[in-house]
């Protein structure tokens, strides 16, 4: 079993920055691809970004590119998404999950979950 935690969520007004953290128990082959997610109120859940513990290999969202940055510690087993220019429909409980290894980040399977950690974005 791994056991994901997030952490470093809050309130934030537009513009401003975050940085999540996702800490893993362990990383293993069934947890070599690593992904974020959020859902806002009455929407669906959202994929964010995932990354690749093994090659480094990333994939982000239209509706962040360039303003997120998803990154990996892997001496602390723990993946990180900077959030820049955050604007008021980012707001959402943002959760990252593990999955094994794959060669399509963006449609992953996603075997573990965290409990998620709230980001609030005010105008």
């Known amino acids: 079993q791994v056991q994901l935690v997030e952490s470093g969520g809050g309130l934030v007004q537009a513009g401003g920055s975050l940085r999540l953290s996702c800490a893993a128990s362990?990383?293993?082959?069934?947890?070599?691809?690593v992904g974020w997610f959020r859902q806002a109120p009455g929407k669906e859940r959202e994929f964010v970004a995932a990354?690749?513990?093994?090659?480094?290999?990333?994939y982000y969202a239209d509706s962040v590119k360039g303003r997120f940055t998803i990154s990996r510690h892997n001496a602390k087993n723990t993946v990180y998404l900077q959030m820049n220019s955050l604007k008021p429909e980012d707001t959402a409980v943002y959760y990252c999950?593990?999955?094994?290894?794959?060669?399509?980040?963006?449609?992953?399977?996603?075997?573990?979950w965290g409990q998620g950690t709230q980001v609030t974005v005010s105008s």
């Open positions: 990354i690749s513990w093994s090659s480094g290999s990333l």
């Open positions: 362990r990383r293993t082959f069934s947890t070599d691809t």
């Open positions: 999950a593990a999955g094994p290894i794959t060669g399509n980040l963006r449609y992953s399977r996603y075997d573990y």
